[in-house]
């Protein structure tokens, strides 16, 4: 374990609850984030208090006071990823990476699937894949293409939907053909 900074004096339970406080007021986070971002201050500055340090604890009463809500942040993740284009396997990487329970995540798991077409879509038009490319790919392009759908977390088979589509072409005919 490294040697804990001396330049600032080691935290007291006290300081625990600032630096909660200033971490919660600045960023959107969950218990987990909070939680570590804690326990790094530890690492650094060391302790000091009578018991030990609690950075769990602390998260909890950051959480039962209202300034913590793993839920809120994870639907405002679900949204946000979306808009950029993320698949389902990718969002629920991320919300397992941000510490969102498994089943605050299972309760998502709907919202993820029912826009799953539409944020590939997206990543299509961001990318200029498919209908929203300036010309067909050849199998080389395609190849790469499909690998950067499977990477964003898409399904192969929304990848390949898409790509089969001309430049040009309305993407809508996509959820007409009942294929959402």
């Known amino acids: 374990m490294p040697e804990p900074s001396r330049s600032k004096p080691p935290l007291v339970a006290a300081d625990l609850d600032r630096l909660a406080l200033r971490y919660v007021e ?11 971002y804690l326990t790094r201050k530890l690492r650094e500055r060391g302790w ?7 950075p769990e604890g602390v ?12 839920r809120a942040f994870a639907e405002a993740r679900v949204r946000a990823l979306a808009r950029r ?18 089943e ?5 798991a709907e919202a993820i699937a029912a826009d799953a ?12 894949f498919g209908p929203f490319a300036s010309s067909t790919a050849d199998r080389e392009l395609h190849k790469k293409q499909v690998a950067a759908f499977l990477r964003a977390g898409h399904p192969a088979e929304f ?10 072409e309305d993407p809508d005919a996509l959820f007409t053909t009942g294929h959402s």
């Open 159 to 168: 990848a390949f939907r898409i790509l089969s589509m001309e430049p040009g």
């Open 59 to 70: 998260a909890e009463r950051m959480a039962e006071r209202g300034y913590v809500d793993d």
């Open 48 to 54: 000091e208090g009578d018991m030990p340090p609690d």
């Open 104 to 108: 605050d995540t299972a309760d998502l």
């Open 117 to 128: 077409l539409r944020s590939a879509l997206v990543f299509a038009r961001r990318r200029r």
């Open 26 to 36: 600045r960023f959107a986070t969950t218990r987990a984030r909070l939680t570590a």
């Open 85 to 102: 284009g993320m698949g389902a396997r990718r969002v629920t990487m991320a919300l397992r990476q941000d510490g969102i329970d498994a």
